[in-house]
């Protein structure tokens, strides 16, 4: 293996662990559009929220970890709770973009709540995840992979795996389904719209809280955590709205390709193409396939 | 008094049935005609070689089961959808394919099943879109909306006021049409359609929804546009006893294909379109 | 200005000539409007004058000439004024016809006219004349305003507006004498000749024509416009019938001879917000259209706020208090003024804002007594609002009120030039330049009602006070007697019920019998408010009407009224002793009302005559069963089971009222 | 209550369809007018002038060319600080490249190149529609902002990366730069954009603008009434863009005077201006007014509060404010989604209609 091969190869495992970490972001977003419609811009913010709260809970209360993480889902499903008492249920049949405007308000209430209940300075966040490279894969192949990154690889394929028996086997999850397609058909199978609502929001919280833990252990719990939504966007734009293997994939190759263009790219043209290269490239796969990696061709009726 | 028995007649030909007005001499012209066409989504048939005509002047109504594919049909005639199979003639030369707003500007106008107003916008702004196509004020005067600008507007406006004159919509000239009563929604899109002052008419089930009354009134409208302005009109509606009334010639169609073509009373006999309708055969 | 022109336009002697003048001394000035393609289309008096011409001479060229009657058909528009004006230029008589009228009642006024030729607003009245057609030999010809719907009829005798008038420009354009001809027709027409012919509505019998000579209607207009020193820049609204002499002489005469525009509204169902947008500077409006708009007023202030419900009703009472005397002129405190002005600002301006009244400088009401309440109410309102007795034989001016001297309980003083005289018997005289020629067709009941002096009998029974104001207390025949000789005024007691919001109509009965009784039509508008209100489920007027609790109330309106008449000495013995809530509305499609919304008493107690007789017995209920014309003019039959009920009525007290 | 309506009727279209068709709003922006050009000039300071009138005004010019494309176009743009920047880039290069240009030129040539780039990114809103538009957007808002930061020539390869406003006048009236007065700064911005508001107005009263608003509502039926997607849309693209780049020409050059990429035109000023259209009032001229003014004033506001009377830390006065603009962010579109234009319009019509209820 040539040098230059496995500096390639190191750029796209270190590219496909950012995009896990792309695609557990994106899987929160589809979740809740896909249960109801809702563009959620907070779900970055969220991420921003839940790992100051797992860290916060054990800072101030000294928790240790392994309470502290029931105690974050407890915060988040809390949450959950709130956000369909106080907006959503008040918002029930307003267009698309009034939802949308409502998910950044509470993107800003999250933030400032965040700071303002433990504080905004960059918090260290340790459970206890392996860290430094894999001496495995260092000495077997010569490459240089992060421990922290691949167990975070591991930790996302087993949250995808479980949401995908929770969708597929509960009757919740199928419920959660169905009401994707018809209000109606959800509401035979016994469950009210408010509940799908937050079981949907709590399951999408639960979802930041692993990717905001996972993100926060790599480089600290700080404000910039909450940006990695943006990054989640193109995600969403490349593997479609309602899709969650596209999610998973279109973080996949988001993570790759922005690593890829940053290495390659970056030096020609001043650097930080990370900004914007995921867009770009989500907007020219876009005019292509408008409806997404994974989205059914829209049929439009009149 | 010596003008009485005309009368009577020129009365029963105005308000009843415009199809026993005077035969045609000559050879109707065509306004459009499509042959053969097909259409499908995906591997599943809307439309299977279906070929019929409209004449210039006529009312032609399309009828069949829910699912036949009389909306894809209209579709298919003002080019929203594209047949894979098939010719489109209109007014006397094959037609290529071409975009809606192409469709709009040779003359081609519409309404939709469902009302497909523009829901933040008042009536009289409704109807006066429809007149955009006429209007040709450049941006410039646009922007500071005098000389040229107001003139045309001012002009069009005339015009659309006329149109609610004849629809009879004056009382909701300035309401927001989201939040009219769905007969009068109705009357709007007609209105806005009118505007365009088309050749060709498609009504999408112009009645579905409405009372009586309603019903009445809209029957009139279609008359009588077919009459003051001439307009051609192909109309989907499910009401059979307005189909008769109005159309000159009706078309049926079942699961995609032609099943009756000719006269209301002709079709009304046929035995194929009965069991259709009965759900009898397939 | 040709030597025609100015021989035609100077003697103003005929309204033709009249717009003569004004195209030429208020050219631009605007004439007359209407709410059309959702703007107010407007002509101006040269405008009306070529409009006026090409359609006269139009006329001409289908054959109209002095003497002929052309017909006019339909409601306020303005191409139906301006065939006024053109029959007038050929010496034709104008003779307009209610647009409401059924087939039956308009093919006996178009065949006793002698109509010539009929101006027709659209489709309807188009139909309704070839229905008839064959019962008028006379007719010739149709001219209609409105083309829809109308395009396949058969058009050998009927002729569109527009082609009219281009054929009388075409007859312009080809014989450069035309123009002469026409302004030396104008010229020829004297004052003395017949201008209008208004078919009146009459509460009994057949529409009798009443011929109006030129110098009738002029001089009352003349008349009219100097005493409310009308002028052209006032604005009046023109909505009421063509047929009425109201409407002739405000809309049409007095608009031409004070040069004001009058506008004419979309529809009648836009007339409200059509209002508002034009504010008439002289206005006229039955007493019906007042009473209406203040109980809109009422019901929807119940839905306001209690603070503003508060706040207004403030206002009103204190407008009540020192309204009227700020219009009259009269001191009022410094406090008070202060007071009014702010209501003027917070409540008053805003109501009469609404209502379109904010610019009434002159107000008219008539046809019927109002209720003082209401009457009052626009007055405190700052409103000056007035009322008019008139009659159609009298060019309609008889007496109005003059500023200043306003009593809600009188109809005023003699209009200018107007003499009044009673007679023994009660009823009123009177003679004015507007007295009308003759009836037409009619000399029996010219004689009847116009002696050799000019003196016309009114019909109207009533009385001057000390200040020399008239008072009308009914319609002189209907003054009948109670079996114990006491008067029994009808109309009085009416009135006097009609005043309650809840109560739209009454009919009284007592002539020859024992004691008075009343037939009450609630008002379904207030009643059903108030029903909403109490919680009072109804399903029907008919059960609406027949509720106990409606009972109740009507009852205790009628125990109200007989308490008044306990008070007068002449209407004591009148007291109301049982009355009934009619199961339906009394309407003019079954001829229980005149067009002009009347009650045909005589009508009505034949129709009703069982419900009499069980008024007049021990019952507590009566079925009846009534044949009814719906509206879409199939025939049926309603049935119900009246109930009947008794009111208290007071011993005869002397009151300081009465003395 | 003071609408006396009576009277006030119509003889032609041209009156019908005016943009203050009631007389007294006709008096009431006259009033406003004659307030803003008669009196608050000559009673403003510097203070006033910098922390509350040149912000508003300009806010509300970018508001307003936001609200083209989202309020009447129906296309969602959350790239709206990167469309500034190519205004405010485009005047500076244009300001030191020409020293001789007027202001005034410099700002509608701003405006005229930040057209031409918001129709480059409008493009693919004929392929892509609602969420899937609003995110390629962003792509407007990282692209530009990492081109500016990255390609020296754009701040003139300055060591600092910031660019700075030089002096300059519009006819003869000293601007830009940290010696312009108050006064003229304030008037050319009042000019500009009441100009800018008239202009907007009458196109989206006119064709274009009902064009805009069928795409909006129903972008189907428009196109099959003969509405053409592609320039419509472009159009709004372009007239919201022209409009938002002379509002970057004017946020820079006028009131700011120097600006780094990151910090003036970072994301969460799309967002603010985003957010004083949702509470201003889609599709409304005033609600962009409203909005800027409601969104710039309250912070202020609360700031001054917080710190000045109940003695917060700024750093805890700055979190509250941040949950208080987010909470008041939901609420309003929980009470009102249509925003102060809506509530303006519903006190008016209670006002029209005094004292009757309804």
């Known amino acids: 293996m040539s040098v230059e091969f496995g500096f390639f190869l190191e750029t796209v495992i270190s590219g496909l662990m950012a995009g896990v970490m792309y695609a557990l972001v994106a899987l929160g977003f589809v979740l809740i559009f896909k249960a109801s419609g809702i563009f959620n811009f907070a779900q970055g913010v969220m991420c921003l929220f839940a790992a100051l709260t797992f860290v916060g809970v054990q800072e101030k209360f000294g928790l240790p970890a392994w309470l502290a993480l029931p105690a974050a889902v407890g915060v988040m499903i809390l949450l959950a709770w709130l956000i369909e008492r106080l907006v959503l249920r008040h918002l029930v049949n307003q267009d698309p973009i009034i939802l949308f405007m409502a998910t950044i308000g509470l993107a800003y209430v999250l933030e400032g709540l965040g700071d303002l209940m433990w504080g905004s300075d960059v918090k260290l966040l340790d459970i206890g995840l392996p860290q430094g490279a894999s001496d495995y894969m260092l000495d077997n192949f010569n490459l240089y992979v992060e421990k922290l990154e691949v167990v975070a690889a591991v930790i996302a394929s087993i949250l995808v795996a479980a949401l995908a028996v929770f969708f597929q086997k509960t009757r919740v999850g199928r419920a959660l389904r169905a009401v994707a397609d018809d209000h109606q058909a959800a509401l035979s199978v016994g469950i009210s719209l408010n509940t799908i609502w937050v079981i949907v929001w709590s399951v999408a919280g639960i979802v930041a809280l692993v990717a905001g833990i996972m993100w926060g252990s790599k480089s600290g719990v700080q404000f910039s955590l909450s940006l990695i939504a943006l990054k989640a966007l193109p995600v969403l734009i490349l593997g479609g709205f309602t899709s969650i293997p596209g999610a998973i994939v279109g973080g996949l190759i988001i993570g790759v390709g922005e690593k890829v263009a940053e290495v390659y790219m970056g030096p020609f043209v001043g650097g930080a193409v990370e900004n914007w290269f995921a867009y770009m490239l989500a907007l020219a796969f876009l005019l292509v396939r408008p409806q997404g990696l994974f989205g059914e061709k829209i049929i439009e009726r009149v | 008094m010596t003008f009485q028995a005309n009368v009577s007649d020129a009365m029963s030909d105005v308000t009843s049935n415009a199809a026993t007005g005077p035969a045609p001499a000559k050879e109707p012209e065509m306004m459009l005609a499509v042959e053969h066409v097909s259409l499908s989504f995906g591997g599943v048939k809307a439309i299977t070689d279906i070929s019929f005509d409209i004449h210039k002047g006529e009312i032609r109504a399309i009828i069949g089961p829910n699912g036949a594919g009389k909306t894809s049909m209209l579709n298919v005639i003002n080019g929203f959808y594209h047949p894979q199979e098939g010719t489109i003639y209109w007014q006397g030369k094959v037609r290529r394919r071409m975009k809606p707003h192409e469709a709009a500007k040779s003359g081609i106008a519409r309404t939709f099943q469902n009302v497909a107003l523009f829901k933040g916008m008042s009536t009289l702004d409704n109807v006066m879109t429809g007149r955009g196509l006429r209007m040709k004020s450049n941006f410039f005067w646009q922007c500071i909306h005098k000389g040229p600008a107001l003139r045309e507007e001012n002009e069009h406006r005339a015009k659309v006021e006329e149109i609610i004159d004849f629809l009879e919509i004056q009382h909701i000239r300035n309401k927001p049409v989201g939040k009219l009563p769905y007969g009068l929604q109705k009357r709007v899109e007609l209105a806005r359609a009118l505007a365009m002052e088309p050749d060709l008419l498609l009504l999408d089930e112009p009645m579905a929804g409405m009372n009586l009354e309603e019903k009445e009134d809209m029957s009139r409208f279609i008359i009588e546009t077919n009459q003051r302005y001439g307009t051609t009109i192909a109309l989907i509606e499910h009401d059979m006893g307005v189909v008769m009334d109005l159309s000159d010639r009706v078309v049926v169609l079942d699961y995609g294909k032609k099943i009756g073509d000719g006269p209301p009373a002709e079709v009304q006999a046929n035995q194929e379109v009965i069991d259709a309708y009965l759900g009898v055969s397939h | 200005m040709s030597v025609a022109e100015e021989a035609a336009s100077a003697r103003l002697e005929t309204f033709p000539a009249v717009l003569l003048r004004n195209a030429k001394q208020w050219r631009d000035r605007p004439a007359i409007r209407e709410k059309d393609l959702g703007i107010w289309q407007t002509w101006t008096w040269n405008d009306t004058l070529q409009e006026v011409r090409s359609l006269s001479i139009g006329l001409a060229e289908l054959g109209v000439k002095k003497g002929d009657h052309v017909a006019i058909l339909g409601v306020n528009r303005p191409r139906l004024y301006f065939s006024f004006a053109a029959a007038q230029a050929l010496g034709a008589v104008p003779v307009p016809v209610y647009a409401d009228s059924a087939a039956e009642e308009l093919a006996y006024i178009l065949e006793h006219a002698n109509a010539h030729v009929v101006v027709a607003e659209d489709q309807e009245q188009v139909d309704k004349v070839l229905e008839i057609s064959e019962q008028l030999p006379a007719l010739k010809e149709i001219v209609y305003d409105d083309p829809r719907g109308l395009r396949d009829y058969d058009h050998t005798h009927l002729h569109s507006f527009e082609r009219v008038q281009a054929r009388g420009r075409e007859a312009l354009a080809s014989d450069a004498g035309r123009e002469a001809l026409w302004l030396e027709g104008i010229a020829a027409e004297k004052g003395s000749d017949i201008g209008v012919m208004l078919y009146t509505s009459g509460t009994t019998g057949k529409p009798k024509g009443v011929m109006l000579s030129n110098d009738n209607v002029m001089i009352s207009a003349v008349n009219a416009c100097e005493a409310e020193k009308l002028t052209e820049k006032d604005e009046v609204l023109a909505y009421l019938p063509l047929a009425w002499v109201g409407d002739h002489l405000f809309s049409y005469c007095q608009s031409y001879v004070a040069g004001y525009c009058i506008s004419c509204p979309e529809s009648a169902d836009t007339m409200q917000t059509d209002m508002r947008e034009i504010g008439p500077s002289f206005f006229f409006a039955p007493p019906r259209m007042f009473e209406g708009l203040l109980t809109s007023v009422m019901i929807r202030m119940e839905d306001a706020g209690s603070l503003k419900r508060k706040m207004f009703d403030y206002f009103i009472k204190h407008a009540e208090k020192v309204g009227e005397d700020i219009l009259n002129g009269k001191a009022v405190p410094f406090m008070d003024r202060l007071k009014y002005n702010l209501g003027e600002l917070m409540v008053y301006g805003p109501l009469k804002n609404t209502f379109g009244f904010s610019k009434i400088r002159v107000g008219y009401t008539a046809g019927e007594a109002i209720g003082p309440e209401i009457f009052r109410f626009y007055r405190s309102l700052g409103i000056n609002l007035k009322q008019l007795y008139g009659q159609t034989e009298a060019s309609i001016f008889v007496t109005v009120q003059p500023d200043g001297e306003i009593y809600s309980d009188t109809v005023g003083k003699p209009a200018k030039d107007v003499e009044i005289k009673i007679a023994d018997n009660g009823e009123v005289l009177f003679r004015s330049p507007g007295v009308f020629v003759a009836y037409y067709k009619n000399e029996d009941s010219t004689k009847d009602t116009k002696n050799e002096e000019g003196w016309v009998y009114s019909g109207d029974a009533g009385f001057f006070d000390d200040r020399g104001h008239l008072k009308i207390i009914d319609r002189a025949k209907d003054v009948g007697k109670l079996n114990d000789g006491s008067l029994f005024a009808p109309k009085y007691i009416e009135n006097k019920l009609k005043f309650f919001p809840n109560i739209k109509e009454a009919v009284a009965f007592g002539n020859e019998k024992d004691k008075a009784t009343v037939f009450v039509n609630i008002d379904l508008n207030a009643v059903g408010n108030w029903a909403e209100r109490n919680n009072i489920a109804y399903a029907s007027y008919q059960e609406l009407a027949g509720h106990p609790q409606v009972y109740d109330m009507i009852r205790s309106h009628i125990e109200k009224v007989n308490e008044d008449l306990s008070k007068e000495p002449m209407m004591a013995a009148s007291q109301i002793h049982r009355f009934l809530v009619l199961h339906k509305e009394l309407d003019a499609d079954d001829g229980e009302l005149t067009r002009t919304q009347k009650v045909r008493r005589r009508f009505v107690a034949e129709r009703y005559d069982d419900l009499i007789s069980a008024l007049y017995s021990d019952k507590t209920e009566q079925y009846t069963k009534t044949e009814v014309v719906f509206e879409d003019g199939r025939k049926g039959s309603i049935e119900a089971t009246v109930r009947l009920s008794d009111a208290k009525t007071f011993a005869y007290a002397q009151s300081e009222a009465a003395e | ?358």
């Open chain 4, 1 to 358: 209550m003071f609408y006396r309506e009576t009277g006030q009727f119509k003889t032609n279209y041209s009156d019908d369809r005016a943009i203050f068709p009631i007389a007294q709003d006709r008096y009431g922006i006259m009033i406003l007018l004659a307030i803003a050009f008669f009196v608050i000039p000559f009673t403003v300071d510097d203070y006033w002038g910098n922390a509350i009138f040149l912000p508003l005004l300009i806010y509300a010019l970018i508001a307003m060319g936001l609200n083209v494309l989202v309020g009447y176009c129906g296309q969602i743009s959350l790239g709206t600080a990167a469309f500034m920047a190519v205004g405010s880039y485009a005047s500076f290069k244009l300001m030191t490249s020409f020293p001789g240009l007027d202001f005034t030129i410099v700002v509608l040539m701003s405006g005229l190149i930040t057209a031409v780039v918001g129709s480059l990114f409008g493009l693919p809103s004929l392929r892509i529609k609602g969420f899937y538009l609003a995110v390629a957007t962003l792509a407007a808002q990282f692209f530009i902002i990492w081109l500016v930061n990255k390609v020296e020539w754009f701040y003139n390869y300055s060591a600092t990366g910031q660019i700075n406003a030089p002096e300059r006048t519009a006819l003869m009236f000293p601007v830009t730069g940290p010696n312009a007065p108050i006064l003229y700064k304030y008037f050319f911005c009042l000019i500009i954009v009441v100009l800018a508001a008239l202009v907007t107005k009458n196109i989206v009263r006119g064709r274009i603008g009902r064009q805009w608003m069928a795409i909006r509502d129903m972008d189907i039926a428009a196109e099959l009434i003969g509405v053409r997607p592609l320039t419509t849309k472009l159009s709004a693209f372009a007239v919201s863009s022209f409009l938002i780049g002379m509002g970057g020409a004017l946020y820079f050059g006028v009131w700011l005077g120097a600006a780094e990429p990151t910090e003036a035109f970072g994301i969460d000023q799309s967002f603010l201006i985003l957010f004083m259209i949702i509470v201003g009032g889609l599709g409304t001229i005033l609600g962009s007014f409203l909005g800027a003014a409601f969104l710039w004033l309250f912070p202020i506001a609360f700031k001054n509060f917080m710190v000045d009377s109940l003695g917060l830390s700024t750093a805890m006065s700055e979190h509250l404010q941040i949950i208080l603009m987010g909470g008041l962010i939901i609420f309003f579109l929980i009470v009102e989604p249509h925003g102060l234009a809506r509530l303006w319009q519903i006190t008016k019509e209670k006002l029209r209609i005094w004292p009757f209820p309804h």
